[in-house]
């Protein structure tokens, strides 16, 4: 008998109704990207009406985080769905190019999702006359709550979970994971929870140290500090987590080691390295700089 966890009856819809003909339904995934939104803008409202935590006051009035929002969820969703054409599909969206536009099939992508809202604090920055290493600090700063609850979905969804395992916390996932299973083993396997792992550190760990930071140790009153955190803990987060979690078809080979980003390679071990942990390692070195480079401002 497997000594694993069975994973529990949940579905990727929450409910649905029918109008007019027309099927409606809300899912858990839709649920996170609105908890995430609605928590991200909710908190940095508040921040901007504590002047003490930045140094010269804050970078915007209360009322503009609305505005922040709109560029915050058209970067997410054109640079997260972008993204996943581009790092991970390509081959595919390439003869398809009408899908491209279709999300509601599913597909994004963090690390385009990322892209997107730099882009997004940069334009909202520019058009509102915003500082912006203060608004990328807020930004920075309640990101973890949006991965959190992005995480929690993608194990409710049964989606993007981790390498086999034999450890006694390893589910046994349904639909293609217990597919690739039976091809691979020709039997149901367990898998690390590697979805569980990443809210875990991605988004609470994370979450906390950032929090702790601005609201205990006045991280917001040296500008870019936030956002050098966020690189480095989430980088980090997610190439340890993708020791743990079944590596994308997308990688690099020796013949082609430097090859376009959206196809790199043949073999998803090569060199050690999956497509998550090459587009993180840059986010580590980066939030490395961005953190030296403060130190040397402070």
């Known amino acids: 008998m497997l000594a694993a966890i069975q994973f529990p009856g949940l579905q990727p819809e929450i409910f649905s109704i029918t109008v007019f003909g027309t099927e409606l339904a809300l899912r858990w995934y839709a649920l996170a990207y609105i908890c995430g939104i609605a928590l991200g803008w909710w908190l940095v409202a508040r921040m901007m009406k504590r002047p003490a935590l930045w140094r010269g006051g804050a970078p915007m009035a209360p009322k503009k985080a609305e505005d922040l929002l709109t560029w915050m969820v058209l970067g997410v969703i054109l640079g997260g769905r972008l993204g996943y054409v581009l790092f991970y599909q390509w081959d595919y969206y390439r003869e398809n190019l009408g899908e491209i536009a279709a999300v509601w099939q599913g597909g994004m992508s963090f690390h385009g999702g990322f892209l997107g809202v730099v882009l997004g604090v940069v334009g909202f920055s520019l058009a509102n006359k915003a500082p912006m290493l203060k608004v990328g600090d807020a930004v920075a700063t309640v990101a973890p709550i949006g991965i959190f609850f992005g995480r929690l979905a993608n194990f409710v969804n049964a989606e993007l979970w981790g390498r086999p395992t034999t450890l006694p916390w390893g589910v046994i996932f349904p639909g293609p994971a217990a597919q690739d299973c039976a ?8 898998r690390h929870p590697s979805q569980l792992y990443e809210a875990g550190l991605e988004g609470l760990l994370l979450g906390a140290v950032l929090f702790w930071g601005v609201w205990r140790r006045g991280w917001l009153r040296t500008p870019g500090k936030a956002i050098g955190v966020f690189l480095l803990g989430y980088g980090l987060s997610r190439v340890i987590v993708e020791g743990f979690r079944q590596a994308d078809a997308q990688f690099i080979t020796p013949d082609n080691p430097w090859g376009h980003v959206w196809r790199l ?34």
């Open 183 to 190: 091809a691979e083993f020709g039997a149901l396997c367990a």
């Open 265 to 298: 390679g043949q073999d998803a071990e090569a060199f050690g390295l999956t497509m998550g942990q090459v587009l993180s390692l840059p986010m580590v070195a980066l939030g490395v700089l961005v953190l030296l480079l403060v130190r040397r401002r402070a």
